[in-house]
């Protein structure tokens, strides 16, 4: 046997003999990382079976929900709302709050209605865009159901350049306007959305009408 061989011979023994005794010293230490990898990942998948299972149910309900709106059930789709805004899960509880505005609205309580939406609205803990939504919705309905004042304290940060909804802000605003007798604020507003070339084109088309409408009595009247 060469020199050579005999030391990979020896090199080979004491690595099998640092081999076995880091398993006598941390074998049982590698043993429960083992376990614990396990059950880690049994939980993680009880745990997202768990949000799945909720999160359909939730769905369901809903689904349900808007069903019997649609057919006229209001009483019931808001008995299912409720039960969402408290036990439902992920986005299901905001999304119930905004659907009971509606359905409130559509039974005839605007008052209620606004009050849902004001109440998503202020809500600090609800996204952004879902909160401007709400004050978007309680100012159309305040179109009808209220003042000017009241429909500017929802919409007014809305109107500037940049926000995506400004062209119905706006609009709001100039209905509330008009129909307080300013004509001359309604005929601004309206002509900001005409101007505004990211307008909508049927956002655009009612703007024209009104301020045709508006320029029309103003000339009868005067």
């Not at 039974?107 to 809500?123: L, Y």
């Not at 952004?128 to 009241?150: E, N, Q």
Request: hydrophobic share 45%.
């Amino acid at each position: 046997m060469s020199d050579d061989s005999f030391i990979r011979e020896v090199n080979e023994e004491l690595r099998q003999d640092k081999m076995k005794a880091l398993g006598v010293r941390y074998g049982p230490l590698a043993l429960g990382l083992a376990v614990l990898i396990v059950l880690a990942t049994a939980g993680y998948v009880a745990y997202n079976h768990w949000t799945t299972s909720r999160a359909n149910a939730s769905g369901d309900r809903f689904a349900q929900a808007l069903e019997l709106a649609e057919e006229g059930d209001n009483g019931e789709a808001l008995e299912i709302l409720k039960e969402l805004e408290a036990s439902g899960y992920g986005a299901y509880p905001m999304l119930a709050r905004l659907r009971t505005a509606t359905a409130l609205a559509d039974s005839g309580d605007a008052q209620g209605a606004v009050a849902k939406f004001d109440e998503v609205a202020n809500d600090s803990s609800a996204p952004g865009a879902i909160r401007d939504v709400a004050r978007l919705r309680a100012a159309l309905l305040l179109v009808d159901h209220g003042t000017y004042a009241d429909v500017a304290a929802r919409v007014e940060t809305l109107t500037g350049e940049g926000n995506p909804m400004r062209h119905t802000a706006r609009e709001a605003l100039a209905l509330a306007a008009w129909k307080e007798g300013n004509r001359e604020n309604a005929l601004a507003l309206f002509g900001q959305i005409i101007n505004d070339e990211q307008a909508p084109a049927t956002a655009k088309e009612r703007a024209e009408m009104m301020s045709d409408l508006i320029t029309a009595t103003t000339a009868e009247s005067g």
